[in-house]
């Protein structure tokens, strides 16, 4: 087994660990979102023997050998010997987990999140009953997981399958692929309820009991935009569908004309159909282009005509987005938030303080 690695670690403290072995197969592991690191993924096969090169770039070289056990449950899951991985080391969070890329030459086999955080593990365990499900309603397009359980030595394991090969796209702006998979969604996995039935409100009660995480201000505001959308669903029956709750370039591929969309571990079974839409236009906009909440609003309303064919009232939808993420930041992460999840939570307050203008407008 390769035990020659390269220890990666960017600014925000995210580390990654890349094989010198078949490095341009591990890399698919590497999703970044600056330009920096989109350069970096697609020369550092070629650069990273430069050793004057390695340290500006945070690099270093390590000796790293998998956990035995996780490695016996990969080769007897996925029935291959001599695998190989890549390690991402996780997102700073109260939900930071490691995630691996099983591959084998050229070959990519599949993914492995491991924990030993027991509330984590119950993430995994939903998210594996929620891909069943998934299936069973006829979505396509998705991994499945082979394995979820618990290691002897306390690690929880969580493995799924991919369609992704060397030649897989990451597309970063919204089209036809993704448009047409939330259509899926909605027709697969539709079902007429009434809004207090639905998970999306279900998110709202978590945050209503954790009030005294929002700021004084915060929760005023929360409760304004709520009593809107409590009016705006009243006591009809509406049409709520499959959520995937983190719908973005990172977490989805394009190969051979279709798209593979995974990571559901935040997965809900009854949301307002396309409303990740939101959270894709949206986080491309933080993370990808480093917009402010007034730019991101101006080019929601360059997008207001094209948003009336998914969407009624393409504002309100967009303020149940907004309600919606930030409830479930701010329950996740409780009194942990770290200094980068504030400033997420502040710029989804803005962009809420600017939509609610907006309704009073219309």
Not at 50 to 68: F, N, Q, T
Request: proline residues 3%; contains cysteine; glycine residues 6%.
């Amino acid at each position: 087994m390769n035990r020659k690695y390269l220890k990666i670690t960017n600014k925000d403290g995210k580390v990654w660990l890349m094989p010198k072995l078949h490095m341009k197969t591990g890399l698919e592991l590497y999703q970044p979102s600056s330009k920096k690191g989109m350069l970096l993924k697609r020369w550092l096969p070629w650069l990273y023997w430069l050793k004057p090169l390695m340290g500006k770039l945070g690099m270093s070289d390590i000796e790293y050998v998998m956990d035995p056990q996780i490695h016996h449950i990969i080769e007897k899951e996925f029935n291959q010997d001599a695998v190989e991985y890549s390690v991402f080391e996780g997102t700073p969070c109260v939900h930071q987990k490691t995630t691996i890329q099983i591959f084998k030459g050229e070959n990519i086999l599949g993914y492995c999140k491991v924990t030993k955080n027991p509330e984590l593990y119950g993430i995994f365990q939903h998210e594996q009953k929620f891909l069943s499900w998934l299936k069973e309603q006829g979505v396509d397009q998705i991994p499945e997981c082979p394995y979820c359980g618990q290691t002897e030595d306390g690690c929880f394991v969580f493995l799924q399958t991919t369609t992704k090969t060397l030649n897989s796209l990451v597309e970063h702006e919204l089209g036809i692929k993704q448009l047409e998979f939330l259509s899926m969604l909605k027709v697969k996995t539709g079902m007429e309820m009434l809004y207090h039935e639905s998970d999306q409100y279900q998110t709202i009660c978590a945050l209503k009991a954790h009030k005294e995480l929002l700021k004084d201000t915060q929760r005023d505001r929360m409760n304004q935009a709520t009593e809107i959308i409590d009016s705006y669903y009243g006591t009809k029956k509406h049409l709520f569908c499959a959520y995937h709750a983190d719908f973005t370039p990172w977490n989805m591929f394009e190969d051979a004309g279709m798209l593979f969309v995974f990571d559901f571990e935040y997965g809900r079974y009854s949301y307002m159909p396309y409303l990740d839409m939101f959270h894709f236009l949206t986080q491309t906009a933080i993370f990808e282009r480093e917009l402010s909440s007034e730019q991101i609003y101006e080019e929601m309303l360059g997008r207001e005509t094209e948003l009336k064919e998914f969407f009624v009232n393409p504002w309100m939808a967009y303020l149940i987005y907004l309600v919606d993420v930030i409830a479930r930041f701010v329950v996740r992460d409780g009194h942990s938030r770290t200094s980068d999840v504030d400033k997420l939570i502040s710029t989804w307050f803005e962009l809420m303080e600017l939509v609610m203008k907006r309704l009073k407008v219309e």
